[in-house]
């Protein structure tokens, strides 16, 4: 404690004769001028507040609401329904899409002046089959961005008149009309329910189908079957490094 105390009674003098020699250079003491300290400024960020864009369900999700040919692959990653190569794929699948067209195409006494409601309208394919089979109006609902397209697509088939494409989420779009008398929907995936659009679709069915309505399909039937592959549950399971080696090929060896 004591060597704290005399440090402190130095640095008190020291203090005490530098401010004596101040007086004596300057002359008389004048009285202290009180320092004015500037205000702290205040730092203002201007946060930029960006509006929460909408996401699809099992349809996969939207990144932002670009036009497609503003689209990046950073976009199609989050917005995946929007890239033509799918839709490509589901076109050139003949069972799934020939179906449907002669499902409607068959039955246009049942699709005759009724209105009718594309849940998952994609390219419009459903929907333009639903006109062509005698629908008095059309409203498809599409998430993501390859509505865009489908408008042009159903443009250039004459067919902008009778269907009118809405994009958002089926929970949260308003059509023009209360109730439709047939929904058509391709909401099957790998396995049936990979797409998880099922719930979208009971969704729909409980909003805008009168009584008595049809949906296209209206049932669905899963079969499973248990298989083994051998080779590969050999490969997983029962990894034996105790066996031979395999012999090394040699170039003399016949070929089969």
């Given at each position: ?133 005698g629908a008095k109006k059309v ?118």
């Amino acid at each position: 404690m004591g060597i704290k105390h005399s440090s402190r009674c130095l640095l008190l003098r020291r203090k005490m004769a530098e401010a004596e020699n101040v007086e004596v250079c300057g002359g008389p003491s004048q009285p202290v001028q009180p320092v004015v300290l500037p205000k702290p400024v205040q730092l203002v960020q201007h946060v930029i507040h960006t509006p929460i864009q909408p996401s699809c369900p099992g349809r996969g999700k939207m990144a932002k609401l670009l036009n497609p040919e503003e689209m990046t692959s950073r976009d199609y990653y989050f917005d995946s329904y929007a890239h033509f190569g799918i839709h490509e794929e589901m076109l050139k699948d003949e069972v799934r899409t020939l179906t449907y067209r002669n499902s409607m195409y068959h039955n246009k006494h049942v699709f005759k002046d009724k209105i009718v409601l594309d849940v998952g309208s994609g390219t419009g394919i459903l929907s333009m089959f639903a006109a062509k089979a005698g629908a008095k109006k059309v409203y498809g609902i599409e998430c993501s961005s390859v509505s865009d397209y489908s408008e042009k697509i159903i443009k250039a088939n004459h067919l902008d008149n009778i269907i009118t494409i809405f994009r958002g989420k089926v929970e949260e779009v308003e059509l023009p009309v209360d109730k439709v008398d047939i929904i058509i929907t391709e909401w099957m995936g790998y396995c049936l329910f990979y797409e998880s659009m099922l719930n979208t679709v009971i969704f729909a069915r409980d909003k805008w189908l009168k009584p008595g309505g049809l949906m296209f399909p209206d049932r669905a039937a899963l079969y499973v079957v248990a298989i083994e592959d051998r080779q590969y549950k050999d490969f997983k399971i029962h990894c034996e490094y105790d066996r031979p080696p395999p012999p090394l090929y040699s170039p003399h060896d016949p070929i089969n």
